[in-house]
């Protein structure tokens, strides 16, 4: 069954913006590290986005490709994990999984290429995003 379903994905034009969305059906970690991972075409697994939460306080780390550009965000209530995309570019072209952990001690930060599988518990099956010049 699985338990982190994105959506949001589509074809854009350069400097457009999408919202992706990860429902978290089943993980129900209070304290969690979360994160949108993306895969180029002929590219490795690469980290774009991390929130974490200790229960206490929330951290949030960005790419540096995508910083000041994209804004990670959770709606705990509904348990939802969002990605807001904007000023789109044809090198954000990709596959988007949401992937997370429980909060371990260990600091949630973006994780660089490649990212390994077993960084994260779970994943979800990815949606795609394609910019177009």
């Known amino acids: 069954q699985e338990q982190l379903v994105e959506s949001g994905g589509g074809a854009v034009q350069s400097g457009g913006s999408l919202r992706l969305s990860c429902v978290d059906s089943?993980?129900?970690?209070?304290?969690?590290?979360m994160s949108w991972v993306r895969q180029g075409p002929g590219k490795e697994l690469e980290g774009v986005a991390a929130l974490g939460s200790d229960g206490t306080t929330t951290y949030e780390d960005y790419a540096n490709a995508v910083q000041a550009r994209f804004a990670i965000s959770k709606d705990n209530d509904k348990n939802i994990l969002y990605l807001q995309m904007n000023d789109l570019q044809p090198e954000d072209t990709g596959m988007y999984y949401c992937?997370?952990?429980?909060?371990?001690?260990?600091?949630?930060?973006?994780?660089?290429?490649?990212?390994?599988?077993?960084?994260?518990?779970?994943w979800g099956q990815g949606t795609q995003v394609t910019v177009s010049s």
């Open positions: 992937a997370g952990r429980p909060w371990t001690g260990r600091p949630c930060r973006v994780v660089e290429a490649p990212v390994p599988r077993w960084e994260y518990k779970d």
């Open positions: 089943g993980t129900n970690y209070r304290k969690y590290c």
